[in-house]
């Protein structure tokens, strides 16, 4: 009998450690996919005083393309007839895919008829320069081409990468809402110096207006004393 039951403790034991290896297996390829397979992000800020341009790589045809763009200067210094900036995705082969004209932000997405590196370009028509925050995300979710190519690739695989095309889409919506509420953010803290300054400004005014009506009378008064005694 204690036989039996150190024997039945030992397969216990080995399976648990045999569970908890599998666990850290799958945790483990669960994060070489999300860095793996021809995903990534980028997020930058960029400056456009005329026509500016970010150059990034996409690996596979069919690859989904996606990000959005937030003008930070927008709430402050546009005015209402201001023409908004332009934004222009182009392929390899200088196709445009994607365009937007006027605007002052948005989101965009395409599927990449081509591998290569393509274009992304934003050009400012006026002669302010304007900051941009821009982020972009390509992404890869292997079919059953790929599939039947590579017997090695799991199916689990393609189930991974489209939960983690679904995660960065909801990473994208924040990153396009941050960018917004910066915005705002920017804007409130620019009013409040502007009006902070602006009333600096009328109690300076005011005080100096004060100043020289106080000499004005004072040399007044002066002058009409000197006056009757003559």
Not at 14 to 29: H, L, P
Not at 132 to 158: K, Q, W
Not at 183 to 188: E, G, P, Q, V, W
Not at 191 to 196: E, G, L, S, W
Request: include cysteine; glycine fraction near 6%; proline fraction near 3%.
């Amino acid at each position: 009998c204690n036989g039996e039951l150190n024997f039945r403790a030992k397969i216990k034991m080995e399976t648990r450690k045999r569970f908890s290896y599998g666990k850290i297996y799958v945790a483990y390829g669960f994060l070489m996919s999300l860095i793996g397979n021809g995903n990534f992000a980028i997020a930058l800020s960029i400056t456009v005083t005329d026509l500016e341009c970010v150059s990034e790589q996409v690996l596979y045809e069919g690859d989904t393309v996606s990000g959005n763009f937030v003008a930070i200067d927008h709430d402050i210094f546009w005015s209402s007839d201001h023409p908004g900036i332009d934004f222009t995705a182009m392929t390899p082969r200088g196709t445009i895919v994607f365009s937007l004209k006027g605007t002052s932000g948005d989101k965009f997405e395409f599927k990449a008829p081509q591998s290569g590196i393509y274009k992304f370009c934003f050009r400012n028509p006026v002669s302010t320069p304007e900051t941009v925050s821009f982020y972009i995300h390509v992404g890869h979710i292997p079919n059953e081409h790929d599939l039947a190519r590579d017997e090695h690739m799991d199916p689990l695989n393609i189930k991974i990468a489209e939960l983690r095309e679904a995660l960065e889409s909801i990473t994208t919506e924040q990153k396009y809402l941050k960018a917004r509420d910066a915005r705002h953010r920017y804007t409130n803290v620019s009013t409040k110096k502007r009006v902070i300054y602006f009333t600096l400004a009328e109690y300076i005014v005011f005080a100096a207006a004060s100043a020289l009506q106080v000499v004005y009378i004072r040399n007044l008064f002066s002058k009409t004393v000197g006056y009757n005694r003559v």
